[in-house]
């Protein structure tokens, strides 16, 4: 269980500062650059929602592994990759 919550930590820190710094890169773009608004993220989002509602849950089960140290690498893995993540952001500000 606690792993189910690191995880959920660590994707909505990202998404947090993700769209912290979208939003703070679109107010501080250069003003000779054009700014137009891209519906690409909304045609991802709904891709993602169109996958997950129409294929059955079935198939879902074949493509999951329940074993606890692939859990825990996963974890670490992300946990890691969140932290570099942030530093990177960190420098590129």
Not at 17 to 37: C, D, E, H, M, T
Not at 45 to 67: A, E, G, S, V
Request: aromatic share 18%.
């Amino acid at each position: 269980m606690i792993l189910i919550q690191l995880n959920l930590i660590c994707w909505i820190t990202f998404s947090l500062v993700w769209i912290i710094g979208a939003f703070y890169n679109s107010l501080k773009a250069p003003s000779i650059k054009q700014k137009r608004f891209r519906f690409d993220w909304i045609i991802l989002m709904m891709l993602i929602w169109l996958i997950n509602h129409y294929i059955p849950k079935r198939y879902w089960l074949y493509m999951t592994f329940h074993l606890s140290w692939l859990q825990m690498a996963g974890t670490v893995l992300l946990i890691v990759s969140t932290i570099v993540t942030l530093w990177a952001r960190y420098c590129g500000s």
